[in-house]
Nanobody, 124 residues
């Protein structure tokens, strides 16, 4: 059983930056691989970034490479998504997810735990 709580979303101007945070509880954080996904109403949820248990491996959606950085602080049970050079097409609800046994960290079906989501809106 894992509980995930996101924070840091909001309204930002195009070209600006945001850092999303996801705090985990209910299980040893270092045992979890973590991911970020996003979804726009009417469209499929899509992968954004993921990080391995130790933080040694990271993965990114092609369109966010160079603009986003995923990191984790296991002492604080928290994963972060630092976003810069934001574009209006980045507007979405961003979800934090956790998995113990994921085969593909880019697949949302491999994650067993999800946060409530946090809205990111990028204005032009």
């Amino acid at each position: 059983q894992v509980q995930l709580v996101e924070s840091g979303g909001g309204l930002v101007q195009a070209g600006g930056s945001l850092r999303l945070s996801c705090a985990a509880s209910g299980r040893t954080f270092s045992s979890l691989s973590m991911g970020w996904f996003r979804q726009v109403p009417g469209k499929e949820r899509e992968f954004v970034a993921a990080i391995s248990r130790s933080g040694g491996s990271t993965y990114y959606k092609d369109s966010v490479k160079g603009r986003c950085t995923i990191s984790r602080d296991n002492a604080k049970n928290t994963v972060y998504l630092q976003m810069s050079s934001l574009k209006p097409e980045d507007t979405a609800v961003y979800y934090c997810a956790a998995t113990q046994f994921a085969v593909f960290l880019t697949r949302q079906t491999d994650y067993g735990y999800w946060g409530q989501g946090t809205q990111v809106t990028v204005s032009s």
